[in-house]
């Protein structure tokens, strides 16, 4: 499927339309010299804008992102600050892997609402600033993925494996899991820029747009090598969070003649209900990205509808498991709650109750 001119016009133009209401144009490679044809194809696109994408709508989906860059920031601090203060618990595997887990959704999140800020404020980035501000929500948001693994693998081995769990997770290796975690999360937005760098067309668009949404709305429009290596990409993720899934199927087919799942309000319920809730929030989004994408290979899909849906993905979907992550995790364990608790003093004082004497009569 060749990629239309419009397209890429499309792209260059939508965020200027989306906060300024105006189309500023810019030299393309050899697609607008026309300037007649310039003039017709921005009333077409400025009226079809308006008619599928009115500018109040398309902010509503700004709402979604800041309201995740004020929740994480209002808890994420804290529990990093409860871990690292406490000597006691960051000497603890599983507490090291959460608050790796949180600072990489703590980046994402901070990098996704920056580059939203910097596009409502029509804030222009490089071409370099823009490609780090993308390999940085790469390597986070794999990292994020590879740190849940971590701790499911911590998690069967402190079940399947009691009596030798201090001596296959000792505070040492679990630094070097965490760091060979960000290292090997390094590798696929690597890999992804210098791929897209060296299929993508010369000189497409001068204006440098840096949203996330509208390159990947891009990248299930372009050429058939750059779909592909999209298509794989988004499968491995879900790949490795379907073995997660079947880690804690396993792990539940191996416990429940233990006695830890008795009793409706049974602790190992509630834990392993959380690990499902955020498993299920974070396959939802890839796999709308890889239906997506086959979806556009076959001609199925308008692309004013993938980009309602690229947008409603980036926005909501894949921003909603980072927020809830630490309040489920933040919440549930003891020694991080307590922290978290009296600092918003969520809980309230006991008050002594003096006996009362009876009075003689």
């Not at 834990?271 to 974070?282: A, K």
């Not at 364990?333 to 003689?360: G, W």
Request: charged share 15%; aromatic share 12%.
């Amino acid at each position: 499927m060749d990629v239309p001119p419009s397209l890429h016009f499309l792209v260059c133009s939508f965020r200027s339309l989306l906060f300024n209401g105006s189309i500023t144009f810019e030299k393309t490679a050899g697609i607008f010299n026309n300037s007649h044809l310039r003039s017709e194809m921005l009333a077409e696109l400025m009226k079809e804008w308006r008619q599928h994408l009115p500018l109040w709508q398309m902010k509503m989906l700004l709402i979604c992102p800041i309201a995740c860059f004020v929740a994480v920031w209002l808890v994420i601090p804290l529990i990093l600050l409860a871990i690292f203060s406490n000597p006691r618990i960051r000497q603890e595997t599983r507490y090291l892997l959460l608050a790796n887990l949180l600072l990489s959704d703590l980046i994402y999140v901070s990098l996704y609402t920056l580059g939203t800020c910097f596009n409502v404020g029509y804030l222009l980035m490089s071409k370099e600033a823009c490609a780090c501000q993308l390999f940085f929500l790469g390597v986070s948001y794999c990292a994020g993925v590879l740190s849940t693994k971590a701790m499911v693998l911590d998690i069967s081995l402190a079940v399947l494996l009691p009596l030798r769990y201090s001596s296959l997770c000792p505070i040492s290796r679990t630094k070097k899991v965490i760091l060979l975690t960000w290292i090997f999360s390094c590798i696929l937005p690597c890999v992804s820029i210098i791929f897209f760098m060296t299929v993508q067309e010369e000189n497409i668009c001068t204006m440098n747009i840096c949203s996330l949404p509208l390159l990947i709305a891009h990248t299930m429009n372009s050429y058939k090598p750059l779909r592909m290596f999209h298509v794989v990409s988004v499968t491995g993720m879900l790949m490795c969070l379907g073995l997660i899934l079947g880690c804690y199927i396993m792990l539940y087919c191996k416990t429940k003649q233990s006695g830890i799942w008795t009793g409706f309000f049974a602790r190992a319920k509630g834990t392993f209900l959380i690990h499902y809730i955020l498993l299920f929030l974070s396959f939802c989004p890839l796999l709308l990205i890889v239906v997506e994408t086959l979806l556009y290979s076959n001609d199925l899909m308008e692309i004013r509808t993938g980009m309602w849906v690229t947008l409603t993905n980036c926005n909501m979907l894949m921003m909603l498991p980072k927020a809830l992550t630490p309040y489920l995790y933040g919440f549930r364990y003891k020694e991080i709650s307590k922290p978290l608790k009296a600092f918003y003093r969520l809980k309230c004082p006991r008050h002594a109750v003096s006996p009362v004497t009876a009075n003689p009569e």
